[in-house]
């Protein structure tokens, strides 16, 4: 795998209808993790909106997922890659009725940077095909949750969402839609590390990421909460009228 090599930044961009969702706003955070990684180079969005354009019309794919890698090997000049990766979109019976998730005691070293790190997304993949999860929250060395592990997490308690700081996770794209809506809802949004042993406490809790959009938690590990709950469910309806004004 010629990506083994090197250092792979990437992005991956959820098509639907033809259409590269919130591309402008996924090629900001690629330029962010280039200039995290201490690396000097400059984004084409033109460039990258014309292979997408490209890679689409050649594939005949008006729906799915593609990944847009910058891969760097010692000083020479990166390589850029795009290409449709394999999906996985969650039924309507996931929405309605929630999922499940557990919890996988993993940090990432760079949160901020979205770093193709092969050895602990096996690990994870594991653990999440063992115990048959939708995804595995991760958990740092003082017992909090930070993220999925190719997912954001917010807790709903009566009308105030929870989530982990932006300096402790990937700052997913769909994250950063979920609180731009919390405040055009009026919402109180709160940013703060949400340990293990305050589950019980709230009322709600859901994913957010490119291919679920805003999914439903049914239970962290023997812990139920309500999938009905209004909040995620004008939150979720939000998010689907967001896409809808993007792909016009």
Not at 48 to 74: A, M, P, S
Not at 92 to 116: C, H, W
């Amino acid at each position: 795998d010629i990506l083994k090599e090197g250092v792979a930044l990437y992005e991956v961009v959820r098509i639907f209808k033809g259409i590269p969702l919130f591309l402008e706003d996924h090629m900001r955070r690629l330029q962010e993790s280039v200039r995290l990684s201490g690396r000097q180079y400059t984004l084409s969005f033109p460039v990258i909106r014309y292979l997408l354009k490209n890679l689409i019309k050649q594939n005949g794919f008006h729906e799915g997922n593609v990944k847009i890698v910058l891969h760097f090997i010692d000083h020479q000049q990166p390589v850029l890659y795009t290409y449709f990766i394999p999906h996985f979109y969650p039924s309507s019976d996931m929405y309605q009725d929630g999922v499940e998730t557990d919890l996988f005691m993993a940090v990432r070293n760079n949160p901020n940077i979205k770093l193709m790190v092969p050895v602990m997304r096996q690990r994870i993949s594991e653990f999440i095909r063992a115990e048959n999860l939708y995804d595995a929250l991760l958990v740092d060395e003082d017992e909090t949750i930070t993220e999925g592990s190719r997912t954001n997490i917010f807790f709903v308690k009566k009308a105030t969402l929870y989530t982990a700081p932006g300096d402790k996770v990937l700052k997913g794209i769909t994250r950063q839609k979920v609180i731009e809506l919390c405040n055009q809802l009026n919402y109180k949004i709160i940013e703060k590390s949400i340990s293990i042993i305050t589950l019980h406490k709230y009322e709600a809790a859901f994913f957010t990421g490119t291919s679920p959009k805003i999914l439903p938690i049914c239970r962290i590990a023997n812990i139920q909460y309500d999938v009905a709950h209004p909040v995620v469910k004008t939150m979720m309806t939000a998010y689907d009228s967001l896409i809808a004004s993007c792909l016009k």
